[in-house]
């Protein structure tokens, strides 16, 4: 039986620490955090995230702004808000919702945004650091940089001798997840659609990152025994148990199977989940103390 992961309780500890930070930061240096979250279009799921980032922005105490955006923006109208908030100098973090609507090409918006406002972490001098294994003066995806604090509390914070597999090589997470891994010495396998015998890669692993999205595809008999499972996987799925036309949240891993054979799983929700939004808080609080010439919290 595997002790399940709390995401929520893993969160409110950074959460914590941002409030804090926020605070010293204003105290000590005059500087209120900023973070500006923009959006375009209506997708309803996309406004609930953008809702929960904004509210627990206020939360920490940050100036909080959300630009909302109709549907027929187009790319040039975009830039220009980014320029805007580029210049802003009461803004330290911008977050675009990805994705954007079919219309717009989301990297040119994306490499737009100054690296050191990036809190999403996908500006390539962002990745390219995380890459050259430079984790403390750029900013690091908040899924990964979430996924990892979840493994360093289980495993602690060197994760030597440890085999890990990500599932996914995606550059918001997959690629990311691996190299934070690598940076604390795991032997790390990149696994993804392509590879042969996914399920006997992953019975090697240690530490076992699922991030696919599909629903429960992760059996329990691809888990080793004793592993740490970390499930990104946010489906949205049918739920007829629950009565007709409902739905449930499910993760890519099969919780009712591998939660016997793991040492420790996540949940969805309430495993990962949160913890993206925590650390979106705690990348804009590390942007406002580099802003500021302090040395920033770390987490
Ligand atoms: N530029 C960009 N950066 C992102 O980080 C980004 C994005 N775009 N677009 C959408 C995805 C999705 N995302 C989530 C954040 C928190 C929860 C979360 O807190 N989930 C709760 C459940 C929420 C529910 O009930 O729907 C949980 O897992 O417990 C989920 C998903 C960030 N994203």
Known sequence: MASVINGTEAAAAVIEKVKSSAQ??????????????????????????????????????????????????????????????????????????????????????????????????????????????????????????????????????????????????????????????LSRNATVTMAHSRTKDLAKVCAGADILVAAVGRPEMVKGDWVKPGATVIDVGINRVAAPEKGEGKHKLVGDCDFASCEPVAGAITPVPKGVGPMTIAMLMANTVIAAYRKAGKTAPKF
Do not use: W
Not at 154 to 178: C, Q, T, Y
């Open 24 to 181: 010293a930061l204003e105290a000590e240096a005059g500087v209120v955090t900023g973070l500006a979250v923009v959006i375009v279009g209506t997708d309803p799921a996309s406004q609930a995230y953008v809702g929960s980032k904004s509210k627990m922005a206020k939360d920490c105490g940050f100036k909080s702004v959300q630009h909302s955006l109709p549907e027929e923006t187009t790319q040039q109208e975009l830039l220009a808000l980014v320029a805007q908030l580029n210049a802003d100098t009461s803004i330290h973090g911008i977050l675009v919702q990805l994705p954007l609507p079919k219309h717009l090409d989301s990297e040119p918006v994306i490499q737009s945004i100054l690296p050191e406002k990036d809190v999403d972490g996908l500006h390539v001098v962002n990745a390219g650091k995380l890459a050259t294994g430079d984790i403390d003066t750029g900013l690091i995806s908040c899924t990964p940089a979430g996924a990892l604090i979840l493994v360093r509390n289980v495993r602690g914070e060197d994760l030597s001798g440890l085999s890990a597999v990500v599932i996914g090589r995606s550059n918001l997470f997959g690629k990311p997840m691996g190299q934070l891994l």
